[in-house]
């Protein structure tokens, strides 16, 4: 079993920033690729970003690209998001994720990740 603890969400105005964190404990992280996915009110969860096991290869949905980064310290346990030039669309429930799929051909589908969080709340006012 791995638990997931997201934090670091918050209000933020739009074109701010916000770091998501995102620490593991029960199983060595560095056996997970691991995940970001959000879910906005009404809407269905979506793939945000990903990275490999070993943190050398990274994944972002479109709308993401060049806004977000993500990143992993296995030492520490924890994942990060790091959000900038944020909009209110951005606004959502973000998740961290964690899966034993190797192949990155998965990475944004949402059935293929074990483990969840259960959180944290993004808003960002107009």
């Known amino acids: 079993q791995v638990q997931l603890v997201e934090s670091g969400g918050g209000l933020v105005q739009a074109g701010g920033s916000l770091r998501l964190s995102c620490v593991a404990s029960?199983?060595?992280?560095?056996?997970?690729?691991m995940g970001w996915f959000r879910q906005a009110p009404g809407k269905e969860r979506e793939f945000v970003a990903a990275?490999?096991?070993?943190?050398?290869?990274?994944y972002y949905t479109d709308s993401v690209k060049g806004r977000f980064s993500i990143s992993r310290d296995n030492a520490k346990s924890t994942v990060y998001l790091q959000m900038n030039s944020l909009n209110p669309e951005d606004t959502a429930v973000y998740y961290c994720?964690?899966?034993?799929?190797?192949?990155?051909?998965?990475?944004?589908?949402?059935?293929?990740?074990?483990?969840w969080g259960q959180g944290t709340q993004v808003t960002v006012s107009s």
């Open positions: 029960g199983r060595t992280m560095s056996n997970y690729a």
């Open positions: 994720a964690a899966t034993t799929y190797i192949s990155s051909t998965y990475y944004s589908t949402e059935n293929v990740y074990a483990y």
């Open positions: 990275i490999n096991r070993r943190g050398m290869s990274t």
